[in-house]
DNA sequence: TTCACAATTGTGACCGTGCACATACGACCA
DNA sequence: TGGTCGTATGTGCACGGTCACAATTGTGAA
């Protein structure tokens, strides 16, 4: 006596509700873990609704709803770190319950970001994660006003308060101290871009703690991140070897900043000094092994989450939570200078 | 004489229709630019839609079409490759008019890989793409039948054939070649994860390049792709100095490598010649510069999307894409060997 | 038994959009 | 003048859930 099915479209719960002799509501109602639903009955809609492979419509549940349980995610494309928060913001919201859907930024020109936030609109997310550092980016964030709650992975104390950082500046300013106390006097610092919030909060850092030492400074260099950068501003600055130490405002730029040493035949770290900034997985095996500061990329998507879930009035009341303080890792590229 | 709208609630087309004096399925047809709509009566709407900030409900536009427009991305937490593959996915997705819902992999475990997909299926994707290249993933994969059109990122012609790849095979045959041409006979392979496919494929290019010039081979080394297992592989092998050459299945593993040998006093590539895979865009900056194997991420990203637009009935019917072939890069970290 | 009340289930409308079909209008031809 | 056709627009319902409310059943006390 099984009744047959609309064939071609996939089983509604008002089909389950037929087959199992109950009204739709009362499939509705064990969709939703209604607490008064007798135990049989239960049952017997949920079998039902295995023999069917029943799936609720997302998008008739989104609807009725007006919940669409999606996150959007703005990300530019970026280095390493940005990359390993956005698997822990993926995995805290898929396990709130949420969707995350993502839109890349390619150029950070105001019409690509309006565009990458219309897209996410368009799509009825909830709220909206941005990673893109950029100070451009916050400052089209700003001007568009959004309506949906977001957080920011940045330290800027902006908008509605919902960002999240890594403290920057106690970071730059432990590597800078570092090489101070090793007895560094001349001291480069190799920023990344000008626009980056993270590379400006680095420099300030570095700034700050070099003023509080009365060490004298010498002007950043402004660089993008890459490793290619890092190598040729080395070439240019080894021709005047009027330093002994660098602190670089990411991994990559050590990196190529240690190869433009090694080329004009610097011994490390008995020559030359070298920080780096995020610990990469792989600085450890740089030649030497790169000094740097880790910071927690995962801790700061999951925290991400949990401040946009509480904003979205799901999830814990998250308190303003402090700032992820990251550590500085020595390793074998500093050293005292060599006088 | 402004009507006024509901409140609290986002316009729909029936309050564009009523402010413009037209039916709700006029601003629908303007909205699906319908061929017959008089440019008056269209420009009034638009205007309309201009003053209310109306935006479509996506919901349900999706529950009346029967069509998400979303697509699902099922990726395994990894390496540097499948990460820059994922930002062009996005994109092509993106300019597609389709949505891209992420989910990720941290266990490769069939739950966890069942429950991602499952997760996708929920919002009524339309089609996924896997990013997720350890064997076991295609394995569950091929079980769990999935109803919707799926593209895959590897090289192994299963399921519906629609997989694409770089072809690591030739990449890795070269790499060997190019060590085998300079004088190399005694030479290791650090593969990557046995249950990865490209790290099998690049595997077999080996042996089979070796096999083909009658070189002796020596067992691979199997890795997890990380700088670290490369150090701590390169401590054991330099034991016993008897090979000249390695070919690391990454370029992370060939850093850790080089680490090792360093540590064990080797000058490079003097003592040892290192050829890595991927081309980071860090690899230029080892030391000293790496000798790998490049390939395209971005391109196998947009081509994945045409693929599987193609199968959704969207876009042009792609013929089966030729494999994208990856290029030798030769660097300083190989020399003819030392006798 | 009978009533109050809680537990359980059913009914119908509604969310915002697109589709099928009906209708109105004008042009053109016989 | 009437009929035919094509363009432009309107009407009502369906999509698959949820919500508010009504109806039914079960339980214990009076």
Redesign the pocket.
Known sequence: MTLDLPKG??P???DV?RLA??????V??V??D?????D???AKVLQVMEDLQ????R???A????RSRTIGLLSAESAYGPASSIAAIQDAAREAGYYVNTANLTNVDPESIEAAIDHLMNQSVEGIVVIAPQVRVFDVLEQLSIEVPFVTLSSRGLLNDNSLSVDQMTGAREATRHLIDLGHRQIYHLAGPQDWIEAEARMRGFLDEMWDRDVPTMAPILGDWTADFGYHAGRELLRMRDFTAIFASNDQMALGFMHACREAGLVLPRDMSIVGFDDIPEAAHFWPPLTTVRQDFAELGRRCIALLLSSLGDGPPSARPEPIVPKLVVRGSTAPPPF
Chains 1, 2 share one sequence.
């Open positions: 479209r996939a509604s719960i008002r509700a002799g109950v009204s739709h509501q009362t509705s109602r969709l939703n209604h607490p008064s639903i007798r049989s009955t239960k029943y799936r609720p419509n998008a008739a549940r609807l009725s709803r007006g």
